[in-house]
């Protein structure tokens, strides 16, 4: 995200955010960006509190919405403050196993139409569930985790370009059970 910054992004979506902190710490370090959060009304309604107790920087928009029901599009249409033709970040860690393949491409094509040539996707992905083996699959489901997706470390460039997209960088793997990675991609322009 920071290398993006000082390559000129001014906005940064950060999809799925949770109870992470990262626009609360970098909002005030960047006041020339302006940090969106997106996330299911849940838990956003919960981060308000904690982040109203906190203090909100000026530049940091908190934006409620159910992407199983409302295009990315749709939700960044209706930010005054978004500018969809400006280079831009957008974060997605944590997120992707948790859509269906379906879903996924449909959130880095919507991405795509709402961001300005340059902007970057920083995200974490699954790379294969059969590593962890059918006792640990269950286990996830019956916690609730039930992980839907993965995209292989090998085809990560082939499936982003296919949704518009160009891969920057991936992690390098660390061990042979690693079953998570981290990428940044590239709007082409």
Known sequence: ?????????????IVGAGFDTLSLR????HPEVHFFELDHPATSAAKRKGV??????PNMTMISADLAQVKLSSVMADQADWDPRARS??????????????????LFREAATCTGPG????LTH???????GPV????????????LSQISRAGLGTYLGEVGWRLRVQNEQRSEREFEAFA???LPG
Do not use: F, N
Request: aromatic share 2%; glycine share 6%.
């Open 26 to 29: 970098r909002a005030p370090e």
């Open 119 to 122: 902007s970057r996707l920083a």
């Open 89 to 106: 970040v957008l974060v997605v860690e944590g997120l992707l196993m948790y859509l269906s393949d379906t879903q996924v491409r449909d």
């Open 52 to 57: 109203r107790a906190e203090g909100k920087p």
């Open 1 to 13: 995200m920071l290398a993006a910054i000082e390559a000129g992004a001014s906005q940064v979506l």
């Open 126 to 132: 699954v790379v294969d569930l059969d590593l962890l």
């Open 184 to 186: 940044v991609a590239e």
């Open 136 to 147: 640990a699959r269950l286990t996830l489901k019956a916690l609730g985790e039930p992980w």
